[in-house]
């Protein structure tokens, strides 16, 4: 009897998630299986994609400088992004906290407002900006400060930027979310023990709302190591990164298995990486966050 | 002169007047409480003192020197939240030095005196603990400690003890008077639990409305409440509205209902209609025949070591307090006698005036 009703209560919670569940196993689960299987198959030019198990894509991506010069772009322009987001976000979210309405309401919505955006929409905007004869060098040529325009459109910096401004949303929020829990009485004690208003913010606000930094940190990093849209576009033919480098693959080249092998490495990676990090923050911060 | 002035305080926010004119002095290393109830005006006064909201008008003055313009971080007064306000991510030891670094104190003398504070708080054990592994009694002891190891001129409290629970909160009263009367800081403390502010106080300033009604030693203002909203805010009290009808040199007679009391009225300047307020401790039950006047008992409540009765009366209910003496107490329905010295009728004028 017992046996039964207990199996009776755990029953339910299972037939309430499945929906989600089967969702998440088909839509999620199964095609990341599928290009799993896909990577370890071969290809040829004339005939195609061969069935087997072999590893020759993943030792072609792992021997080929070409692909190497991808991956460490890619993780470069991601560790760059990260810094930057963190840099300016953190200050960002902190000038957003000190804000009075309704002034408040209206930043948080221009910072937020983006998002609601297409990301494509938004990178083809930051090349009519940064393009050779966009906004930003014909004004400044205008101006008269430079005779040759600046070159940012199919440069790193000129992906970087975008990206910063892509992703930085992401980075105010998760800050905003720590400053929101910090008492002001303690900003207010550390001013009357003496410190500046910097020293507050550097000894006492930041250390504070240090894991939103990290963990806005690791959404940042995450999102541009995968990011697609933005290097397609403002990166060219010639810049790329692993995404664009996975798309070529499958769409001008065909050669299915070697994108597939490129997607899970980029996967692998992101995942060591991501995982790493979060376990030397958890070590540096257990003691005072729990 | 005295060390610390507050002249004409006044902050509105918008067409609010939040402290109204506050005038007070404090002498060095006095204790002053500034008592009242919520809204009143106590924790934006404090502020002002600490630097954090700027005056609408009025100056601060510490020490003879004019601190109105003066930025928090420069005002070199010890602070002690509500909140505790500890820093988190900072084992106590780095909370209390925090201060001495920023008045960049040497290293071993840091040291020293972290742990001197610490001592004097009883919490030389627990350097190397983070905030939250305290309890609330010793997270506030660690406030104290760090608001104190700055050796400041000026020591503000803000309800310092409200998060405590009862039986902590009295021993931490005792220990913070005597702390303080150790290191002799001034010391202002703002609350609005009165038997805090008097048993812990030399003077206590009752606020109403972000006004001062009435500054003055604890006994003082309890015995001699200057209106109603003192005696009334300060202990227990029997507020009866009566009419002045006669006037013999230092006494008058109040009557209140159908019967009358004599009362003093040492400088003459009760008239008219007034309030007659007596301490429920200030009257006595006796047997009916002895008493002044005759009441029924409706309710008695037992507190230890004391009792506290309801009681009916020609001139309204009243509350008296006995002392528990051991012997057998009046009971609900008894008739009785209610009987009092003349010492302990305070009469006010009816309407509190401001000035
Ligand atoms: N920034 C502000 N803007 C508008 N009104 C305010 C502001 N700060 C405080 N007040 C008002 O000023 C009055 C006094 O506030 P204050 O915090 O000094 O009260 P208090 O005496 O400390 O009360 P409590 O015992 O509840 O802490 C309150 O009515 C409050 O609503
Ligand atoms: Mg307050």
Redesign the pocket.
């Known amino acids: 009897m017992a046996e039964i009703s207990a199996r009776r209560r755990l029953l339910p919670p299972y037939l309430l998630s499945a929906p989600a569940l089967l969702l998440y196993l088909g839509l999620f689960m199964a095609p990341l299986a599928m290009t799993l299987m896909l990577s370890f198959n071969s290809f040829d030019f004339y005939k195609g994609i061969l069935p087997g198990f072999s590893f020759v894509n993943y030792l072609e991506v792992v021997t080929d400088e070409y692909f190497h010069e991808v991956f460490l772009r890619t993780f470069g322009i991601s560790l760059a992004v990260t810094v930057l987001c963190a840099l300016l976000g953190t200050p960002e979210a902190y000038i957003l906290h000190r804000m009075r309405n309704p002034w408040k309401s209206l930043f948080m919505l221009a910072i937020l407002g983006p998002l609601l955006i297409s990301v494509v929409v938004r990178t083809l905007g930051w090349a009519l900006l940064i393009g050779d004869s966009g906004v930003l060098n014909d004004a400044l040529i205008g101006a008269g400060l430079i005779d040759e325009p600046i070159r940012l459109i199919f440069t790193t910096t000129g992906v970087i930027i975008a990206l910063v401004h892509v992703l930085i949303p992401f980075m105010v929020l998760s800050v905003w979310a720590s400053l929101q829990k910090l008492d002001p009485a303690v900003e207010q004690a550390g001013l009357s023990l003496g410190a500046s208003q910097f020293t507050v913010l550097r000894r006492i606000v930041v250390p504070q709302v240090m894991p939103g930094v990290l963990s806005g940190s690791l959404i940042v990093f995450a999102l541009t190591a995968s990011a697609f849209a933005t290097p397609a576009i403002l990166g060219g033919r010639r810049l790329k990164v692993v995404a664009t480098t996975a798309y070529d693959e499958y769409l001008n080249t065909l050669n299915w298995p070697l994108g597939a092998a490129i997607a899970v490495l980029l996967l692998i990676a992101n995942v060591i990486i991501i995982a790493t990090y979060n376990k030397v923050i958890e070590k540096k911060y257990a003691q005072a966050f729990q | 002169m005295s060390f610390l002035r507050l002249e004409g305080l006044v902050k509105r ?2 067409d ?1 007047t ?2 109204d004119n506050v005038e007070l002095s404090v002498e060095k290393g006095e204790f002053v409480s500034l008592l ?10 404090l502020q002002m003192i600490a630097g954090f909201e700027v005056p609408t008008q009025g100056r601060v003055i510490i020490d003879g020197k004019d601190m109105t313009d003066v930025k928090a971080s420069q005002r070199g007064i010890g602070i002690v939240f509500q909140s505790y306000a500890l820093f988190p991510h900072m084992p106590v030891a780095a909370n209390v030095s925090f201060g001495l670094e920023m008045r960049k104190v040497s290293k071993e003398e840091r040291k020293r005196r972290v742990m001197q504070t610490l001592e004097l708080v009883h919490l030389q054990d627990f350097a190397q603990r983070f905030p939250r592994e305290l309890s609330g009694g010793q997270r506030q002891r660690v406030a104290l400690a760090r608001a104190l190891v700055i050796e400041p001129e000026v020591l503000l409290l803000d ?1 310092p003890l409200s998060a405590l629970d009862a039986k902590i909160r009295e021993d931490m009263q005792i220990e913070l008077r005597s702390i303080q009367q150790k290191v002799g800081t001034t010391t202002i403390l ?1 609350t ?1 639990d009165q038997s805090e502010a008097m048993s812990m106080s030399d003077r206590v300033a009752v ?1 109403n409305e ?1 006004r001062l009604v009435q500054v003055g030693a604890p006994y003082d203002a309890y015995e001699f409440p200057e209106d109603l909203f003192v005696s009334n805010f300060l202990g227990k009290t029997n507020l009866l509205e009566g009419k002045v009808t006669a006037r013999n040199g230092g006494e008058v007679k109040v009557r209140i209902g159908e019967a009358e009391l004599e009362a003093r009225d040492v400088d003459g300047s009760i008239d008219g209609r007034v309030n007659v307020s007596v301490r429920p401790e200030k009257l006595h039950l006796t047997t009916p025949q002895d008493g002044a006047l005759q009441g029924r008992v409706l309710t008695r409540i037992f507190l230890g070591n004391h009792w506290v009765y309801q009681v009916q009366s020609p001139i309204g209910r009243l509350l008296v307090t006995q002392q528990n003496t051991g012997q057998d107490s009046a009971r609900e329905g008894e008739e009785v006698g209610i009987s009092w010295s003349v010492d302990g009728i305070r009469v006010l004028a009816a309407e509190a005036d401001h000035g």
């Not at chain 2, 809204?39 to 934006?44: Q, R």
């Open positions: 926010y918008g609010f939040a402290v009242g109830p919520s809204g009143c005006g106590k924790t934006t006064t309800e703002v609005h606020m972000g």
